[in-house]
């Protein structure tokens, strides 16, 4: 028997809120017929307002999804709806069922799929030519140094003439972004954007950073390997995941401790961290979808997952890709994983900015914290010390949600840890299973 996802975990896999109230409509037992679930796969058949009903399946270990339907949302309210009543516990969804032959063929196409993708990579992996690929990367390498030597003089004439003059020259500043764009640094790009939208309180440290960085490149033959692979990285350079899983990997049954998603005009990005109960090093992972598509990586978290991990290379790695998988994610420890208190979780991220100056957040988990609005916001606190929650991280209603799960008693929060405070995700209280905060 497969181990059931939560209700909450269902409805975070939504691509927005009209498919999640579709899908509640669906999330009984009444238009369903010749449900099972066996060896992962879960299925059924949905009555819709034609003569054939939809066939809903679903891989529980991907996830991956399919069905019938017209609807270009992915997944669709029928594979919702399928989810949450399996995830009720339903009766209708028999246990151990024989698949179907259209579930058989849609897991078997899938399969052949994932065998063809990786001999097309191996292929391209195979028939690539170094030499070429090492003379486009010197090209690429000179276009970010003239982009970076002409950002260096930009910031230097924005000091001379006074930040206050900052917001004047917004405009200009896009400019900039444009030409870093041009010059294959879309590092430097997006923070460059980001500065001519910077409040005035923050334009200093704004600079500060922005010309360290492109002071940086200009040296980063020099610079130590790991703060070398830092600031490419943070100019813009990517690793190929095929690259990264050919090299070392960290195997460790890893403990999911939250995800949450973000969204723009362009693509839905989700991170996913990790823990690994043997080593204790954190791991996010990134996966991404397009509009009305959410991300197909999904782990519930508090469950393990047992499989190897690539790093990306850097002074801090913390971003990782997901390699071979022991196995299907199963139930993780009871009760909360194990914290620090606020002034622990402050001073770990300045352990970690002081390898990564460009690091805006680390990620921690928050030990018997309870939550108070006071005068000048919300914090988070242990009795002893206290951390804020940094403001505009999660809406006003779910941080008074987390104060009823509280009740005034101690919880468990892991979130990220920055300069402007802390940004919960997941909190636990007592043996109760984990709740995502605002999502």
Not at 23 to 36: C, E, F, I, R, V
Not at 191 to 207: I, S
Not at 367 to 395: F, I, K, N, Y
């Amino acid at each position: 028997m497969e181990e059931r996802w939560s209700t909450e975990h269902v409805l975070s896999l939504a691509p927005d809120q009209a498919s999640l109230k579709a899908a509640g409509k669906l999330s009984g037992p009444a238009p369903w017929s010749g449900a099972g679930c066996e060896q992962g796969v879960l299925w059924g058949l949905c009555k819709g307002s034609g003569s054939t009903p939809y066939r809903a399946a679903v891989e529980l270990a991907a996830p991956a999804y399919s069905c019938s339907c017209p609807s270009r949302k992915f997944p669709c309210k029928h594979v919702l709806g399928l989810l949450l009543l399996w995830s009720a516990g339903a009766a209708e969804i028999a246990d151990g069922a024989e698949r179907p032959d259209w579930v058989a063929e849609w897991v078997a196409s899938r399969q052949a799929a994932v065998e063809q993708r990786a001999a097309r990579q191996q292929a391209k992996a195979e028939t690539a030519d170094p030499v070429a690929a090492r003379r486009r990367l010197e090209r690429r390498a000179a276009r970010v140094s003239a982009g970076a030597q002409e950002l260096r003089l930009r910031l230097a004439d924005g000091v001379r003439r006074g930040l206050a003059d900052h917001g004047a020259a917004a405009d200009g500043w896009e400019q900039v972004a444009a030409r870093m764009v041009d010059a294959q640094a879309p590092g430097l790009a997006s923070r460059v954007k980001e500065l001519a939208h910077t409040p005035q309180q923050g334009l200093l440290t704004g600079y500060a950073l922005l010309h360290l960085l492109a002071g940086a490149w200009g040296r980063v033959d020099e610079l130590p390997e790991e703060l070398a692979a830092t600031v490419r990285t943070r100019v813009g350079f990517t690793a190929d995941t095929a690259e990264l899983l050919a090299g070392p990997t960290v195997r460790d049954r890893w403990q999911v401790l939250g995800s949450r998603d973000t969204a723009d005009e362009r693509l839905t990005t989700r991170r996913l961290w990790l823990r690994g109960a043997k080593t204790g090093r954190c791991a996010v992972l990134l996966a991404f979808g397009r509009p009305g598509q959410a991300p197909e990586l999904a782990l519930p978290a508090g469950q393990l997952l047992e499989a190897e991990l690539a790093f990306h290379p850097g002074a801090r790695p913390l971003r990782a890709v997901l390699g071979h998988r022991y196995g299907a994610p199963e139930a993780g420890p009871a009760g909360p994983p194990a914290g620090l208190s606020p002034a622990e979780a402050v001073a770990a991220y300045g352990a970690a900015v002081a390898d990564d100056p460009w690091l805006e957040s680390w990620p921690v988990v928050l030990s018997e914290v309870v939550p108070v609005l006071g005068p000048e916001g919300w914090q988070l606190t242990d009795g002893r010390s206290a951390v804020a929650v940094r403001r505009g991280s999660v809406p006003e209603a779910a941080l008074w949600r987390l104060a009823a799960v509280s009740a005034g008693h101690p919880v468990t929060l892991f979130g990220e840890c920055g300069p402007a405070g802390f940004t919960p995700v997941t909190a636990w209280s007592g043996q109760d299973a984990p709740v995502g905060v605002g999502q």
